[in-house]
């Protein structure tokens, strides 16, 4: 199956700071999504991208499908403690099946 | 609320135990799906249904899994005879259709997790 690879797998934020994360992918998706999963809950939907170069925002959050079809980043601006959680990729290929990333877990720096 | 809902939450079982969870859909969403999570991993597909019709299962729904979606409304999902590797988050989530195809968007249920000892 389609493998995509999330990074960072982790990083720390500070309140205010605009944060970035990025899924790649060795094959072509139609679609990308990207989700937010707090500890013991499902996955949220954030955004979906159905057109490659699509610039979409949902509040703070900004995300990009690529050029290639290949790749998606994320960006959280302005920062707040309740960003904190899982971010993950989803690449959707044909009309019914989402392949996810292993996760971006967003921490609040100490 | 209108959402994906799961039960149960959470289910401890004893290996060799059998185990169902349940999932209702969002109303009118023809799509259900099932995923499963283990720590530290994004959810891995295991099957869905399109209305009442079961269209694929993946290779880690071996044959100790059966799912199934009566009447095209909610699923269940049902392990037998349970080994410690089935412990893990059991994801439902539910898909629109819009005219004529469906959106590529999933709504997720809050999950099942299941603890085999």
């Known amino acids: 199956g389609q493998q995509l690879n999330q990074s960072p797998q982790s990083m720390f934020i500070q309140e205010g700071e605009d944060v970035s994360m990025n899924c790649t992918s060795s094959s072509i998706f139609n679609t990308w999504l990207w989700y937010k999963q707090d500890p013991g809950e499902g996955p949220v939907l954030l955004i979906a991208?159905?057109?490659?170069?699509e610039l979409t925002s949902n509040g703070r959050l900004t995300a990009q499908f690529g050029i290639t079809r290949k790749d998606s980043f994320l960006n959280i601006s302005a920062s707040i403690p309740s960003d904190v959680g899982i971010y993950f990729c989803?690449?959707?290929?044909?009309?019914?099946?989402?392949?996810f990333g292993a996760g971006t877990t967003v921490t609040v720096r100490a | 609320d209108t959402g994906v809902s799961q039960d149960p939450r959470h289910k401890i079982t004893k290996r060799g135990q059998n185990v169902t969870f349940r999932c209702d859909p969002i109303s009118e969403h023809n799509r259900l799906y099932w995923y499963r999570q283990t720590l530290g991993q994004g959810p891995e597909f295991l099957t869905y249904?399109?209305?009442?019709?079961?269209?694929?299962k993946s290779r880690l729904l071996s044959d100790r899994f059966s799912a199934e979606r009566p009447k095209g409304s909610f699923s269940t999902l049902e392990i037998q005879r349970t080994e410690q590797g089935d412990s893990a988050m059991y994801l439902c989530a539910s898909n629109p259709r819009w005219g004529t195809t469906n959106t590529g968007e999933l709504f997720f249920g809050e999950g099942s997790r299941l603890t085999v000892l």
């Open positions: 249904f399109q209305n009442e019709a079961q269209l694929e």
């Open positions: 989803a690449g959707q290929f044909n009309d019914y099946k989402l392949s």
């Open positions: 991208l159905y057109k490659a170069g």
